[in-house]
């Protein structure tokens, strides 16, 4: 259960059958049968594209219900820095937390104040040669995934440090527990997410062996239950005590803005990532230190679970931003040894391509493979539930599916069949034949 | 058992250039051959393409694999090397400015090919082509 836990799951009821998915997913992770979605659990990496791209808002995010807050005595709301750019017209990061404070927690702890020294360590690791270069962030649970199950040569280049929801829920489940005399089972912290691979990133933690967040609640719920009275705060708790540096993680570029590092680069939306990643292993980027590498476009603020239109966000990021601090939460990485912050696991190669286990058999399937592939009709119409002609191969050869799922193929056979019945249809017993 | 592939490299596109060692890539990913055995051919095999880009014009490229090793064979009609042994030296280039303004032609083609494959023969002929045999023990 733990090893396939997904948060993006269909809603059977609304699933038309499409092709829209199958079409879009990086991964080729869900096929049609039975006129339904079927996601297949070994290869979703919860990106979310099937979330964004389909007509019927049949995909959707499992996140923890609002409710789940109350079941600890002393509540904390996580919030993702992300959360500041869905508001219009405020641009008062206190007016925001005050509101969030109010739905019903006792405190609110500031992701973007995690972000700064996961930064900071990151900085560490990049300038004492302690990762491979060029490095890869680590706060995108998708890229992780994605380089688990498809690209294990960079799995050294992966900074080996928790993502800043990691770092914040172990920072403040310390420090309020320090500050109220409350032991720390007794305060429940709450991660208000942008999109769905937080959550999954929470059942099924990447790098260490549990997850310190108790609930994942989703940014659009927590949008909805705030706006209506974000507008009447007048008087907002003096909350936020994150910096610029934090606050800009939220946008595509934010984390090489914070590391200050000129050889970084920041790449956003899957298929672009997909492209770096595959240059990576090539070895074909060299005077890059650092790689920034982000499923959603924008970033965070591109999440599914967001509201506010990504571009908008975006700008109105960099807007807050700018009016923060631009202070350092610690200067030295000494003081950040009590918290925690590196991975404990490393994270494994978990093949999904490979056709068998023996290299022989798979060898047989793969030009089986070749040879159902190059008699179908190379349309990659999608009629058979598979993205592609050539995923329809590799299907077949997994057993998963057959040549007559193809409509074109199953028409040839048809039109076989017409002929010979035909043919039969024209013999006669030898008495009635016409000349011997 | 061996799997054949051929490819035909285009010479006149520099954005093209590695396309046929990403499709031996995944091909070597779907037969579950080991991560770092993959990396090896993957570069090797892109130095290759890109020194057919480079200097030759193009070429053809046909990989074998079997059970215990994949060979890749890339073929040119280029202007061959002068000084195999000249041309193996780290840093040594005899290519163009243009191209090395665009950073390649750092002369780490060659090395670099010897550097991850396990065996390499290298016939050339100046003024007909070169003809690279790489090698690499998939146990």
């Given at each position: 259960?733990?090893?396939?836990?997904?948060?993006?799951?269909?809603?059977?009821?609304?699933?038309?059958?499409?092709?829209?998915?199958?079409?879009?997913?990086?991964?080729?992770?869900?096929?049609?049968?039975?006129?339904?979605?079927?996601?297949?659990?070994?290869?979703?990496?919860?990106?979310?594209?099937?979330?964004?791209?389909?007509?019927?808002?049949?995909?959707?995010?499992?996140?923890?219900?609002?409710?789940?807050?109350?079941?600890?005595?002393?509540?904390?709301?996580?919030?993702?820095?992300?959360?500041?750019?869905?508001?219009?017209?405020?641009?008062?990061?206190?007016?925001?937390?005050?509101?969030?404070?109010?739905?019903?927690?006792?405190?609110?702890?500031?992701?973007?104040?995690?972000?700064?020294?996961?930064?900071?360590?990151?900085?560490?690791?990049?300038?004492?040669?302690?990762?491979?270069?060029?490095?890869?962030?680590?706060?995108?649970?998708?890229?992780?995934?994605?380089?688990?199950?498809?690209?294990?040569?960079?799995?050294?280049?992966?900074?080996?440090?928790?993502?800043?929801?990691?770092?914040?829920?172990?920072?403040?489940?310390?420090?309020?527990?320090?500050?109220?005399?409350?032991?720390?089972?007794?305060?429940?912290?709450?991660?208000?997410?942008?999109?769905?691979?937080?959550?999954?990133?929470?059942?099924?933690p990447m790098g260490s062996d549990c997850?310190?967040?108790?609930?994942?609640?989703?940014?659009?719920?927590?949008?909805?239950?705030?706006?209506?009275?974000?507008?009447?705060?007048?008087?907002?708790?003096?909350?936020?005590?994150?910096?610029?540096?934090?606050?800009?993680?939220?946008?595509?570029?934010?984390?090489?803005?914070?590391?200050?590092?000129?050889?970084?680069?920041?790449?956003?939306?899957?298929?672009?990532?997909?492209?770096?990643?595959?240059?990576?292993?090539?070895?074909?980027?060299?005077?890059?230190?650092?790689?920034?590498?982000?499923?959603?476009?924008?970033?965070?603020v591109g999440g599914p679970l967001t509201?506010?239109?990504?571009?908008?966000?975006?700008?109105?990021?960099?807007?807050?931003?700018?009016?923060?601090?631009?202070?350092?939460?610690?200067?030295?990485?000494?003081?950040?040894?009590?918290?925690?912050?590196?991975?404990?696991?490393?994270?494994?190669?978990?093949?999904?391509?490979?056709?068998?286990?023996?290299?022989?058999?798979?060898?047989?399937?793969?030009?089986?493979?070749?040879?159902?592939?190059?008699?179908?009709?190379?349309?990659?119409?999608?009629?058979?539930?598979?993205?592609?002609?050539?995923?329809?191969?590799?299907?077949?050869?997994?057993?998963?599916?057959?040549?007559?799922?193809?409509?074109?193929?199953?028409?040839?056979?048809?039109?076989?069949?017409?002929?010979?019945?035909?043919?039969?249809?024209?013999?006669?017993?030898?008495?009635?034949?016409?000349?011997? | 058992?061996?799997?054949?592939?051929?490819?035909?490299?285009?010479?006149?596109?520099?954005?093209?250039?590695?396309?046929?060692?990403?499709?031996?890539?995944?091909?070597?990913?779907?037969?579950?051959?080991?991560?770092?055995?993959?990396?090896?051919?993957?570069?090797?095999?892109?130095?290759?393409?890109?020194?057919?880009?480079?200097?030759?014009?193009?070429?053809?490229?046909?990989?074998?694999?079997?059970?215990?090793?994949?060979?890749?064979?890339?073929?040119?009609?280029?202007?061959?090397?002068?000084?195999?042994?000249?041309?193996?030296?780290?840093?040594?280039?005899?290519?163009?400015?243009?191209?090395?303004?665009?950073?390649?032609?750092?002369?780490?083609?060659?090395?670099?090919?010897?550097?991850?494959?396990?065996?390499?023969?290298?016939?050339?002929?100046?003024?007909?082509?070169?003809?690279?045999?790489?090698?690499?023990?998939?146990?």
């Open positions: 259960m733990a090893q396939y836990f997904h948060s993006v799951t269909l809603d059977k009821e609304r699933c038309k059958g499409c092709t829209n998915c199958i079409k879009r997913c990086p991964t080729e992770a869900i096929r049609v049968r039975a006129g339904k979605a079927k996601i297949i659990n070994e290869r979703c990496i919860d990106c979310g594209e099937c979330i964004r791209v389909c007509p019927y808002h049949a995909k959707k995010a499992i996140t923890d219900p609002f409710d789940v807050i109350f079941s600890f005595k002393y509540k904390v709301a996580l919030p993702a820095p992300s959360l500041y750019g869905q508001f219009k017209n405020i641009y008062d990061i206190n007016v925001i937390l005050t509101g969030l404070k109010r739905l019903g927690f006792d405190d609110v702890f500031e992701v973007a104040k995690a972000a700064e020294v996961v930064t900071l360590a990151t900085k560490h690791l990049i300038a004492g040669n302690k990762v491979q270069k060029p490095a890869i962030s680590s706060a995108c649970p998708v890229i992780i995934r994605l380089i688990e199950v498809k690209y294990p040569n960079l799995i050294d280049n992966v900074v080996p440090i928790k993502s800043p929801m990691e770092v914040a829920a172990r920072m403040a489940k310390r420090i309020i527990s320090k500050n109220t005399g409350l032991p720390q089972k007794e305060i429940g912290v709450f991660f208000i997410t942008p999109c769905a691979a937080k959550m999954t990133s929470t059942k099924a997850s310190f967040v108790d609930g994942v609640i989703s940014m659009s719920e927590v949008y909805y239950k705030m706006i209506h009275d974000i507008n009447k705060i007048t008087h907002p708790e003096n909350l936020s005590t994150a910096g610029m540096k934090g606050i800009s993680w939220a946008k595509s570029g934010g984390e090489s803005f914070a590391l200050g590092d000129e050889r970084a680069i920041a790449v956003d939306g899957i298929h672009n990532v997909i492209k770096v990643l595959e240059e990576m292993e090539d070895d074909k980027i060299s005077d890059i230190d650092y790689v920034e590498l982000q499923a959603c476009t924008g970033g965070c509201v506010e239109n990504n571009f908008i966000a975006k700008n109105r990021i960099m807007r807050i931003a700018r009016m923060a601090p631009n202070i350092d939460l610690v200067t030295r990485f000494d003081d950040l040894c009590n918290w925690d912050i590196s991975w404990t696991n490393p994270i494994t190669y978990k093949p999904i391509l490979n056709l068998d286990n023996d290299m022989v058999k798979a060898m047989q399937k793969m030009k089986e493979m070749e040879n159902i592939y190059n008699s179908l009709p190379g349309l990659d119409c999608g009629s058979c539930g598979a993205p592609s002609c050539r995923a329809l191969a590799e299907d077949i050869v997994r057993g998963f599916a057959t040549e007559t799922d193809c409509i074109f193929k199953l028409r040839e056979q048809v039109r076989m069949l017409a002929r010979e019945m035909m043919e039969l249809e024209g013999r006669m017993p030898p008495p009635f034949r016409k000349d011997e | 058992m061996m799997i054949s592939l051929h490819y035909e490299v285009d010479g006149q596109d520099f954005a093209l250039a590695g396309e046929a060692s990403s499709n031996v890539k995944k091909v070597l990913k779907q037969l579950g051959v080991k991560p770092d055995i993959i990396r090896r051919v993957a570069i090797a095999m892109y130095e290759g393409e890109m020194n057919m880009v480079i200097h030759a014009n193009g070429g053809i490229a046909d990989v074998e694999i079997t059970p215990s090793k994949i060979v890749i064979i890339m073929q040119d009609t280029g202007p061959g090397i002068e000084d195999i042994e000249l041309a193996m030296k780290e840093g040594y280039s005899t290519a163009p400015d243009a191209i090395r303004e665009m950073g390649f032609g750092a002369g780490m083609g060659l090395p670099n090919i010897k550097k991850y494959t396990d065996q390499l023969q290298i016939i050339s002929e100046v003024g007909k082509g070169t003809r690279l045999e790489m090698t690499i023990f998939v146990k």
